[in-house]
């Protein structure tokens, strides 16, 4: 049974909630309309944040295409939110309003178990609570960051530094942590060979971070389009894979691999890259099954690895690092009423490198 702090434990109360304007999803072909959701008034713990900038992920499109299992419609999603705190509860002592804060794919854990009291809320040993489409501690489907406002538990709020701007910072909380994380868990570091597989919302973030810690970072992308934006966020070359030789030229080259790719590859040839105790981790998720040859692993002791955003603490850690370094996301910035569109650009590759939405626009 999952061991919920009492505070968590209490359903909402009796009172009135906050009505907020928000982008809503009916079904998987339904477009987007603007409605009116219904927010829960701040508990005791609770965070109200007035939203000032939201990104798009692919994870979103692929939650309300169905893509990764039935949706929980009418459904409002987005899970990389900057703002500015505007009310908090009545026991929050590590927020005030006016701060500028953030919020990313969780809003809350059981708070209890190993994982969480090491902050690793996101491995959560009862279930992590999702920010869109996962049943939160009340019964009811949490709503995303597609809204004007989110009540969040304090614990799941992050300070965004004065250095960052809304707009580019949002991506971060998602985006940012995604691609930090494993770069930090394996330690990635100055001098470092670095390849990086595709070139988009997480692999240009995943560019930033890995030469800000020092490593010679190389794009691996289906041509080169994209080579002089790569240099431009920090990547020494771009590398062709659609080229004939491509596996056999650069065999055994990398000590570490940043997999963003979310379609089917050849996964042991790209193993093949990693020089001897390289390590490859797995941030793109495909939506098909990958074949693989154990022999591709143990064939020089190469490590594969997959990664799951971060915990608080950590996401905290890369923004601060990220405004240390002026890093932040490449984005478009968009309207409320140019998300449909926006999702068939991503889809077909056509953004460099996140849409964030203006809720200003609602």
Request: aromatic share 6%.
């Amino acid at each position: 049974m999952c061991a919920w702090p009492t505070l968590r434990r209490a359903t909402i109360l009796a009172r009135m909630t906050i009505p907020v304007k928000a982008l809503q999803k009916t079904g998987p072909d339904a477009p987007f309309q603007i409605t009116t959701i219904q927010r829960r008034s701040p508990r005791a713990d609770d965070v109200v944040i007035d939203i000032k900038a939201a990104g798009i992920c692919h994870s979103d499109i692929h939650t309300v295409r169905n893509e990764w299992g039935e949706a929980n419609f009418p459904l409002t999603v987005g899970h990389e939110i900057a703002g500015v705190v505007s009310a908090v509860g009545s026991e929050v002592t590590d927020w005030k309003v006016g701060d500028r804060v953030g919020v990313g794919c969780l809003v809350d854990s059981c708070g209890t178990c190993e994982m969480c009291q090491q902050g690793f809320e996101n491995h959560c040993l009862n279930g992590a609570v999702g920010t869109y489409n996962s049943v939160d501690v009340d019964g009811t489907i949490t709503q995303g960051g597609y809204a004007e406002k989110i009540v969040v538990s304090e614990r799941f709020v992050c300070r965004i530094p004065d250095a960052l701007d809304f707009d580019v910072a949002a991506p971060l909380l998602c985006a940012g942590i995604t691609t930090f994380s494993p770069i930090v868990q394996w330690n990635v570091k100055e001098g470092d060979k670095v390849a990086v597989m595709g070139l988009g919302g997480l692999g240009h973030m995943g560019v930033q971070i890995a030469a800000a810690k020092g490593a010679e970072v190389t794009v691996l992308s289906r041509s080169l389009k994209k080579a002089e934006v790569a240099k431009s966020l920090g990547a020494v070359r771009t590398l062709a894979t659609s080229d004939e030789s491509f596996f056999n030229d650069y065999r055994g080259e990398f000590d570490f691999i940043l997999n963003t790719i979310s379609a089917n590859i050849n996964l042991g040839a790209y193993l093949g890259l990693l020089k001897p105790r390289g390590v490859m981790a797995v941030v793109g998720l495909p939506p098909e099954k990958q074949p693989l040859s154990f022999g591709s692993l143990i064939g020089g002791s190469k490590v594969l690895t997959g990664s799951n955003i971060g915990g608080i603490p950590e996401t905290q850690e890369m923004l601060d690092f990220c405004a240390e370094h002026g890093l932040g996301a490449r984005i478009e910035k968009i309207s409320v009423h140019e998300v449909d569109e926006a999702y068939d650009r991503v889809v077909a590759g056509d953004v460099q490198f996140r849409f964030v939405i203006d809720t200003s626009t609602f």
